[in-house]
């Protein structure tokens, strides 16, 4: 947790390997799942702010053989109302994640999925790894590079993420912790295996506590982005009829049962990120989920507060999303919920 700048709390629990029984440390390394979005946005912007590339870009510029890519925005993929359907949706994508691939013979895979399209473009909303994934593509199409070389050139190395990188699964990485699926109450397995070439763009980057807090120091203070880019980054987006795309995401919440203050949150989505508010704290976020690991990045802007939660577990009762509120709410110092 980082305040004014300071570190207030830097803390590590549990094992990072439970058969070796190895405690987490501070430097500790976790897959963060879909976290690794927000990066993949400030790519995209980069490169538009560089006259590389345009948000309104048709995807057929960079994928003309994809199905409805000649309707599609790269905007409308930032915010996930291209309507492109998401590949882990698919029972198959169980088994299909153990397959290592290139980027394009992934977006190959995605392009032959029973279902391509969950609605018409710009008309609805709903999270879309492939989307992410293929956006992923593009930044690599645009800057002549692979994306791990991107993140790293662009990201990690100027602000000094010295833990993070695009995962590979064959690397060698010091203080890599083992992912877990929780089972019952206090009942883990080890995770199933996937390939870091499937999740790409959209969940394969691999990081610290600390060095996620020095991102959101380096965007949120101007470092990474022009103000103009971190501006679009945070403005909800909005469907082709003018909609809100937060009251989409709220109907849905409401389909699903979700508690009433969780419904009255008032969540919009960004490039990236959720934009809500907590009891009058403005609140930036985003979390990650990926096979034994669970993530969560906030930033309270007002309150100058920055949260990372990282657990190597996922499941039922299990992870980020058992704590991370509770831990929020003290940082700026509200009390937690009963």
Same mark, same amino acid.
């Given at each position: 947790m980082i305040k004014d700048g300071r570190v207030?709390?830097?803390?590590?629990? $549990?094992s990072a390997n439970l058969e070796q029984a190895v405690p987490v440390s501070n430097d500790s390394v976790f897959r963060i799942g879909s976290v690794t979005k927000q990066f993949t946005a400030a790519a995209l912007l980069?490169?538009? /702010?560089? $006259?590389?590339?345009?948000? %309104?870009?048709?995807? !057929?510029?960079?994928?003309?053989?994809?199905?409805?890519? #000649?309707?599609? +925005?790269?905007?409308?993929? *930032?915010?996930?109302? !291209?309507g492109i359907h998401s590949y882990t949706s698919e029972p198959a994508f169980v088994n299909d994640g153990m397959v290592h691939r290139s +980027? #394009?013979? &992934? @977006?190959?895979?995605?392009? =032959? &999925?029973?279902?391509? %399209?969950?609605f018409e473009p710009g008309t609805d909303w709903s999270y879309s790894n492939s989307a992410y994934f293929i956006l992923g593509g593009v930044v690599e199409k645009v800057s002549g590079a692979p994306l791990a070389q991107v993140f790293q050139t662009r990201f990690f190395t100027p602000i000094g993420m010295a833990h993070s990188a695009l995962d590979d699964e064959a690397?060698?990485?010091?203080?890599? @912790?083992?992912?877990?699926s929780g089972t019952a109450p206090g009942k883990f397995s080890n995770a199933p295996f996937i390939s870091m070439t499937v999740?790409?763009?959209?969940?394969?980057?691999?990081? +610290?506590?600390? #060095? *996620?807090? =020095?991102?959101?120091?380096?965007?949120?203070?101007?470092? @990474?982005?022009? !103000?103009? !880019?971190?501006?679009?980054?945070? +403005?909800?987006?909005?469907?082709?009829?003018?909609?809100?795309?937060g009251a989409v995401m709220a109907k849905m919440m409401a389909a699903a049962g979700a508690p009433a203050d969780a419904q009255s949150a008032k969540k919009e989505y960004g490039?990236? @990120?959720?934009?809500? %508010? /907590? /009891?009058?704290h403005r609140k930036i976020d985003h979390g990650g989920g990926i096979y034994g690991f669970s993530a969560s990045l906030s930033e309270f802007p007002d309150d100058k507060t920055t949260v990372v939660v990282l657990s190597n577990a996922i499941g039922k009762d299990v992870g980020v999303t058992a704590i991370t509120d509770r831990i929020e709410r003290l940082a700026v110092g509200l009390l937690p919920k009963k």
């Open positions: 207030i709390l830097i803390k590590s629990y $549990g980069l490169l538009a /702010e560089e $006259g590389k590339l345009s948000l %309104q870009d048709k995807l !057929s510029k960079y994928y003309a053989n994809f199905p409805r890519s #000649d309707e599609i +925005t790269l905007e409308e993929m *930032l915010h996930h109302t !291209s +980027t #394009d013979e &992934m @977006v190959e895979y995605i392009k =032959k &999925m029973p279902k391509t %399209q969950d690397d060698i990485v010091l203080g890599r @912790v083992r992912g877990y999740p790409g763009a959209a969940g394969s980057i691999r990081s +610290t506590a600390s #060095d *996620l807090a =020095k991102w959101n120091a380096a965007l949120f203070g101007g470092k @990474v982005l022009k !103000s103009t !880019s971190l501006a679009a980054m945070l +403005t909800p987006g909005r469907l082709s009829n003018g909609e809100a795309t490039y990236a @990120v959720v934009i809500s %508010q /907590e /009891e009058g």
